[in-house]
């Protein structure tokens, strides 16, 4: 059974006959108090969705930790003994040695530059979830064809603009040629387009390519070296670590790289949007909680006679501060509840159909994510109530400064 505060509590927020000011006010509360809840929670939804799909669209496709020249040389020489020290590092679960450059593709219906990426497929596999997946052809004809074609994977994006489809035959150029009297010149090789893959992340689809090492050795001219070692780790948060004994197995001419590094200013622009957001849209909450302030004071100011009466049969002070307490904490559990429920059901809605599309071109996702997180959900709940106790403290400290024989004087 309900006690005596919780009982008066309750029949002061409904409305007496004729009274229609306070029920307003507090339903303008309660929804206040769910606006600003279900904003927050969106909006950091927003927010992790942003930063969850990024990071996972990043990391499926890069490495953890990459091992590279400090100054730019003749590369990596020693990379068949340096590949398997660095995989005996704690914490390291896969090792691939690969070959960055950039090149000119041409297909049948255009010419765009791309980053080729030249792997070992069984390496590569261990410290990238890319490939495992292709949205069209196969991973296995990633060799030398009948024709002596080496095969190539596109980026689904880098496929479309060149009119590149599966078996169609591309060219790729690489200004990294020989040296002649009139310059570099430029090398070129045809490849035949085995597979196609789309990670999600629009810059990755729209000019990465993947080829075997060889053939990229080949086209750029160069003997038994690479310029990068990609490593991949059980334990991603650990990259800066296994990055310094990394770095320190490899030698004085490279250096470890981490993702959050190559990722710095993207991860902090994330965080800091996050920040701005809570405390822009955590503003409501103070409205709500201005709202709740107005709404006991309201209640105070007409219940002057029902407290007086309360304290002359013997209610004490603390119960009657009890009493706004609680109606303050209800109005804000109400609110809070209708908040959270609304924000993780939109949330979810507009997440599972898409609701929100997004230029690809522009943010990278072609519609906005929303990914809530459910202590995301516990701490904006206990800002809220937070913020509507403190609502509550003058209102209720004003209640219990009522002398009723003053009240009840004239009555």
């Known amino acids: 059974m309900p006690n005596f505060e919780t009982t008066v509590a309750k029949r002061y927020l409904r409305a007496r006959r004729g009274e229609k000011v306070i029920p307003v006010i507090t339903v303008i509360s309660i929804v206040g108090v769910a606006a600003g809840v279900m904003a927050l929670i969106i909006a950091l939804a927003i ?13 499926g ?23 398997p020290r660095l995989r005996a590092l704690p914490h390291v679960i896969g090792v691939s040695p690969v070959i960055y450059d950039q090149v000119f593709l041409s297909g049948p219906r255009g010419s765009k530059g791309a980053i080729l990426k030249g792997i070992d497929v069984p390496s590569e596999l261990a410290t990238s979830e890319l490939l495992r997946k292709l949205k069209a052809g196969s991973l296995d004809r990633l ?22 489809g599966v078996n169609t035959i591309v060219t790729l150029m690489s200004p990294q040629g020989n040296l002649t009297p009139d310059g570099p010149a ?6 035949r387009v085995v597979g196609i893959f789309e990670s999600g992340f629009y810059e990755l689809d729209q000019v990465w390519s993947y080829a075997p090492m060889a053939s990229v050795q080949h086209l750029l001219g160069i003997k038994d070296w690479i310029n990068e070692i990609e490593m991949r780790l059980d334990n991603l948060y650990l990259a800066e670590e296994v990055g310094k ?28 949007e996050r920040i701005v957001t809570a405390i822009t849209i ?8 201005l709202n709740i302030l107005i709404t006991l004071t309201l209640i105070v100011l007409t219940r002057h006679k029902d407290i007086a009466v309360l304290m002359a049969m013997g209610a004490r002070k603390a119960q009657i501060r009890r009493i706004f307490v609680l109606q303050g904490a209800m109005i804000g559990a109400t609110g809070t509840g209708i908040g959270l429920i609304t924000g993780y059901l939109f949330c979810y809605l507009a997440d599972t159909y898409r609701w929100i599309p997004l230029d690809e071109t522009i943010y990278a996702l072609s519609f906005v ?12 709940a206990g800002a809220a109530m937070a913020v509507s106790f403190a609502a509550t403290l003058y209102p209720a400290r004003n209640a219990t400064n009522v002398t009723p024989v003053e009240v009840l004087r004239y009555e």
């Not at 024709?147 to 060149?162: K, V």
């Not at 993702?259 to 902090?268: C, I, V």
């Open 186 to 191: 430029t090398k070129s090789q045809r490849f």
């Open 282 to 289: 955590g503003l409501i909450e103070l409205v709500g909680a």
């Open 369 to 380: 994510p929303f990914e809530p997180g459910r202590w995301d959900g516990i701490w904006v």
């Open 143 to 164: 060799t030398t064809d009948e024709n002596g074609l080496p095969g190539i994977i596109l980026g689904a994006r880098l496929a479309e603009d060149s009119g590149a």
């Open 61 to 83: 496709a890069t490495s953890h930790v990459d091992i590279i020249e400090k100054e730019p040389g003749e590369g990596i020489t020693n990379w068949r003994e340096l590949t």
């Open 47 to 59: 927010n992790n969705g942003f930063r969850g799909t990024l990071q996972r669209s990043l990391l």
């Open 245 to 272: 004994a990394a770095e320190k197995l490899a030698g004085p001419r490279y250096s470890a790289l981490n993702w959050q590094e190559k990722n710095k200013g993207l991860l902090n622009a994330l965080k800091m």
